[in-house]
T-cell receptor, first 111, second 114 residues
Framework: DAKTTQPNSMESNEEEPVHLPCNHS???????IHWYRQLPSQGPEYVIH???SNVNNRMASLAIAEDRKSSTLILHRATLRDAAVYYC????????????FGAGTRLFVKA | EPEVTQTPSHQVTQMGQEVILRCVPI?????FYWYRQILGQKVEFLVS????????KSEIFDDQFSVERPDGSNFTLKIRSTKLEDSAMYFC????????????FGPGTRLTVT
């Protein structure tokens, strides 16, 4: 499975934008870039995903580099509720389409 | 919005006992999964299940583990003889089909083996 690299932690102020980076230099052409987050004491939660183009949804935006070797999850206005571990994951056509979690980035949001 | 549900939320069992963790995936999904997370560690893939058979399993998923879809709605994980190191949060997940679709995770079952 292709690997992703994320910073261990990041800090943000409430109501400011947050840019969470992810490197995935060994991504294959059929890998989708998924982002999930895990709030304290909860199960992982889907945030957003994309293949080549930038994506927006009600939770966040995903900016994908032209060579697809990196991506950035953008939270437009961080709230205290966004404090969580954010996982950047590649999902491809391997058996079962499983999700392999790394350590993720722990986001701290200051009031 | 559809959701994955899991029961029980917390299970306490003694070492050597069998436990069954239950999940109800989203109704039109085709792939089902179990993951576990030991306290303070990352989420680990255990097994994926499609078309009534295991699609892929990790090294963790040894002979002590089994999965079943006994009817059209439930998906279960059985641990035959629990060990202390099986204590963890167990998450069920489901997805429609391809990697272009998101996985939906349940809230988890906390298993405590004493």
């Amino acid at each position: 499975d292709a690997k992703t690299t994320q910073p261990n932690s990041m800090e943000s102020n409430e109501e400011e934008p947050v840019h969470l980076p992810c490197n995935h230099s060994t991504i294959s052409g059929t890998d989708y870039i998924h982002w999930y987050r895990q709030l304290p004491s909860q199960g992982p939660e889907y945030v957003i995903h994309g293949l080549t183009s930038n994506v927006n949804n009600r939770m966040a935006s995903l900016a994908i580099a032209e060579d697809r070797k990196s991506s950035t999850l953008i939270l437009h206005r961080a709230t205290l509720r966004d404090a969580a571990v954010y996982y950047c994951i590649l999902r491809g056509n391997t058996g079962g389409f499983k999700t392999i979690f790394g350590a993720g980035t722990r986001l701290f949001v200051k009031a | 919005e559809p959701e994955v549900t899991q029961t029980p939320s917390h299970q306490v069992t003694q070492m050597g006992q069998e436990v069954i963790l239950r999940c109800v995936p989203i109704s039109n999904h085709l792939y089902f999964y179990w993951y576990r997370q030991i306290l303070g560690q990352k989420v680990e893939f255990l097994v994926s299940f499609y078309n009534n058979e295991i699609s892929e399993k990790s090294e963790i998923f040894d002979d002590q583990f089994s999965v079943e879809r006994p009817d059209g709605s439930n998906f279960t994980l059985k641990i035959r003889s629990t060990k202390l190191e099986d204590s963890a949060m167990y998450f069920c997940a489901s997805t429609w089909l391809a990697p272009s679709y998101e996985q939906y995770f349940g809230p988890g079952t906390r298993l405590t083996v004493t």
